[in-house]
C-alpha cells in the first residue's frame, strides 16, 4: 500500500529537518569559535573530568611557580646578607692577626682597634637588616623585633626566636625561606672543641690550646692546667676541677693532657707558671669575639696570655667565616632545589596542556569537514523543499 | 421509472455535492493541528424490486468518516510524553550545565585564587596589604557561593511556579475536556470534529503527564493521569492542586481534590513535563544545592579549624573566617520539621570526611527512632548521653526535645549551607599566620598536635622514637618533659600544664615542636592552609573540596549527555509515531485536488442523468400531445 504523506506533516517534517540541521551548524560554528571541542561537561562528560583536573593541577602549577619567584626573592636577599657578613668575618680575622703582629705599636693597635670596631658596627647593621616590607631578616619568626641589640655593657643580646619560615613549592616539597639570627650568629661550634680557654701565661710565652674535647656532656665542672718544669727538666702538667687537683705528671706534647673523658692537646712553647682556665662552653657567638678583641686591643703588646687570646679570637672568626659559609652553600641548595622544582613544573605544565589539548581542543580539520557536511546537508533539505514547494495537482486545474 | 431516474441523479448530484463539501472540508483544514481528515462513505440505496428483478436506485451518503487510528494515535500520545519529559530535562540540565561551566565555575576559580592569596602571605606574614588580599579572596569565595546558591534557589522557587502554572493549565484541559463530552451527547451522530478537540486536548495533556484514555459505554471518556488517578470521568472532572510538602513545606507535593477529600499523589510515575519539574526540583537542583553546601562545609570548617589552632598578628589565637557551621542557629535548620513540631534537634557537623548529600529521615514510632539514609537504608537509632544524642554519617544529631509519635523529620546536612556562607572575620590581622605546630619540625608522616588548653608550657617538642611505637615530650633543649609512653596515646596529654592531643599519623623519628610564643612572621599555618588545596577532606579521604565542584558539574554533564540522547530517541520515536498517525489521518492536497476533481465530474454526470430524465419526461409528454 502506498503511504499517504499528510501535506501539513509534510511541511511540519521538513521544517523541523532543517531546524535541526541549522542547531547542528551553528553548533559547529560555536566550536571553531572556540577552539574548544568540549565547552560544557555535557558535551563530553568523560573527557570534562580530565579537563577539570588538569585545569586544576595547570592552576596549581601557576601556584607553585609563583611561591617559587617568592621564595627565590627571599633567599637571595638572605644569600646577600650572610655573604657580607662573611666578608666581615674574614675582615674582622685579619684585622686581629694583625693585632698580634708583636713589631706593632700601641697607636697601631689602637687603629686597629677602631677598624674592628667599625666592622662591629658594620656587623650589628648587617645583622639587623629588614626586607623590603620592613620585617627583620634575622629574628626568626618574630620579623617586627629586632633580633640582636647591645646591652649597656656591650654585649649583644638575641631578640627573636629559634623558627624559621617555609614555603610550599610542591606538593610534598617546603623550603625554608629564613634562617634564625641565633643559629647563624650566636651558635657557632666553639673551634676548641667544648672548652674556652682562658689564658694566664708568663711573659714570652707561646703556649695555645690547640684542643679542649669532653665526651661526657653532663660534666660542667671548669678546668684548669698549668705547667712547670720537675728537677729533670721535664714539662709537668697539673690538671685542677673546680679548684681541686684531679691528675699531674709528665707532659707528653704527642697525647697532650688526658684525664677520663677529658681530652686537650696544646701547641708552642710553653713557660713555667702557664696557666690556662677552661670553661665549658660547646658554641660561641660572633659578637663575643668582637667585644673580646676589642677589649684585648687594649692590653700591652707584650701580653702574652693577650696574645694567645687574640689568636682565640682569630680562630674564632675563621669557625664563624665556615659556619657562615655554611649557612650559605645552605641557601645555594635551596636556591637550587628551587630550580630544579620550578623547571619541573614547568616541564609537568607542559606536558599537562599537551594533554589538556588532545582532550579539549577543536580538531579544525575535523571541524571544517564536519562543518561543511552539515552545510552541504542543510543546503540541499533547504534547495529540495525549494523545489517541491510548488508542486501541487492544483496547478493544474 | 422517469422519475425514478430524477430522483436518482439528484442524490447523485447530492452524494457529489457532499463529498465535494467534506474535500472542501478537508482542504480547508489542511492546516488545522489535530485535523483529522474526513470522507464520505457512499452507500447505494436500497433497490426496488420490480418484476422479478432489483432495480438499483441510485446512491445516498450514508456516514462521514473520520481517518483515525486509536493505537497509532494511543502510541504517539505515549511518546510525546516520553519526549516532553527527556526536552524538559535535557533542558533544565543543560542550563545547569551551562552554568556549571560558565558563571558558577567562578567558585572553584575563588577557591584557587584564596589559596593563591594564602601563597602569597606565607612570603610575608605580617603584610597588613597581603592579609587584605586574602580576606578580600575569602569574601569573593563566600559570594561567588551565595550567588550560585541564589540562582539554584530562584530556580527552585521558579520551578515551584512552573509547576503551579502547569497544574493550573492541567486543571483547564480537564475542565475543556468535561465540555467536549457534554458537547459529544448532544450530538446524535458521531461528532467528527469534536473528537478532534478531545484528541488534541489530550495530546496536550500528555505532553505535561502520562496520560491513558478508555471509551466508557455511554462514548464518554475516562481520563487517567500518571499511574492511575482519574482526572476525567465523562462528565466529571477532579481538579489537580499542590499541597504545601511534609514536613517541607515549600516541597509543595501533588494532590488530586476528589469531591471533598484531597489526596496526595505520588510525584513519582508522573512522566512528562510536570515530572521533570519534580524530579528538576526535588533531585538536580537539591543535588547541586547538597554538593555546593558541602564544599562550603568542607573549606570553611577546614579553615576555621586551622584558624583555632595558632596565632593571629595581633599574638590571640585565631578567630573563625567564615560562618560557623556548628552554631547552634544553624545546627538547628538543618533539622527541618512541620510548623506544629514541638521537637528540637540539632544537627553538628563532626567529620567532613562521612558528609554525604542527600535527604535523611528520622521518624518516630511513639517508642523507637527509625533514620533512613538518602539511599534508602533503613535504620534505628537511639539518641544517648547528655544531651540524648546520635551519630550518623559524620554528623551529631542532638534530641533536645524528642519527637512526637509518628512524626517525621528530614535532615539536610549542607542544603543551605552555600547560602549561608559569610566571611565574619572583618579585621585581617585576625588571620593566624602562625601554627602551633612551627615549621621547625621534622615530619614524615601526617602527625598533628592539637592544643586543648594552653597553660604554662609554652614550648615543646613531642618526639617519636626510631620504630614509632613509642613517644616522648621534651622542652625544645631535649629536657624530658613527658616521660616516653605508647603511641599513638590513648587520650589527651598534660604538658606541664599545657593539654594537647596527638593524632596517630606520626612516622617514627619525626619530631612535633610546638610553641606557643606568637611570633608575627611565621607563617607556619599559612602553610597548611595552602595544603588544604590538595588534602583529601571529603568523601572518605577520595576527594578534595574542589574534586566536589567537579564531581557535580560532571555528574550534572552525564546525566544531561544520557538526557540529551534520550531526547534523540523520543525524538526519533515521536516523529515516527507522528507520520504514522498523518499517514491515516492527515490531509494531502493532490489527493483531495485528485478528489476534487473526480467529484465535480461525478456532479457533473448526475446532474446529466438529471437532464436526461428531464429529457425523457419531455418526450414522453411530447409522445402524448
Redo the contacts between chains.
Sequence with gaps: MISRIASFHNYQSVSNDIMRQNVKVQDNQEQMATGKRVITSGDDPVSSIYIQNFRQQDEQIDQFIDSITLARNRQTREEIAIDESEQIMDGAKRKVMAMINGSLSVEDRTAHRQDLQGMFDNFMDLVNTKDESGNFLFSGTQTSTQPFYRDSQGNVRYAGDSYFRTAQVAPAVEVPTSDPGDKLFMEIDNPFGDYQPEYDLEDGSLLLMAKAENTNDADTSNYSVSFDVNANGDTTYSLMQDGTEVSAGLYDPQNGVEWNTLKMTFEGEMKPGDTINLERQDSFNIFDSFKKGAALSYADIDDASATAELHQVTEQFAAAFKHLNKARSEVGTRLTTLDRQESMHKDFKLVLNRSLGTMEDLDYTQAAIDMNEDMLALQASQQAFAKTKDLSLFNYI | MGLDLLSLGSQGVLTAQRQLNTTGHNISN????GYS?QSVEQKTNDVHFWGGNNYGTGVHAAAIRRNYDKFAVNELNVSTSNLSHAAARNEQ??RL??M???SAKKI?ENM?EF??AV??L??????MGARKVVLEKARMVAAGMNDVYGVLQQQSIDTSSQIDATVKRMNDIGQELVDVHKAMLKTPAEANDLLDRHDKLIRELSEYTQVSVNTREDGLFNVIIGSGHMLVSGMNSSELTTLPGKPDHQERRLALVEGKTVKAISNQDIRGKLGALFEYRDDTLGQARDELGRMAIGFSQSLNDLQGQGFDLNGEVGKNIFTDYNSDRIASARAIKSGDSTADLKVYIDDLQQLKRGDYQLKFDGTQYTLTSPDGKQSTVTPSGTPPSFNVDGMRVQVDAGLAANERVLIRPARSAAGQMRVTMDDPADIAA?SYV???SVSNGDGDVRILQAGGQKEFQVRLSPDGSQFAVTD?KGQVLVAPQAYPPGGPIDVNGTIIEVNDKAAPDDVL?V?L?P??????NL?RM??L??EKLMDNGRSTV?DVY?GL??D???Q??SY?RLQDVSMVEH?AA??RV??????????E??N??KFQRAYMAASRIMTAANETFDSLLNATR
Design positions: 489542511v492546516n488545522t493541528e481528515r540540565l543543560g550545565d551551562d556549571m561551566a560558565h572553584p584557587n589559596y593563591g601563597k602569597g606565607a612570603d610575608s606574614p605580617s603584610d602562625q612551627s615549621a621547625s625544645p615542636a610553641s610564643i611570633a608575627d612572621g611565621d607563617n607556619s602553610i595552602q595544603e588545596q590538595t574542589l567537579e558539574s560532571t550534572l554533564g552525564v544531561k549527555a540529551k516523529d507522528e507520520s498523518a499517514e491515516v489521518s492527515g490531509v494531502n492536497l493532490d489527493e485536488a485528485a476534487m476533481m
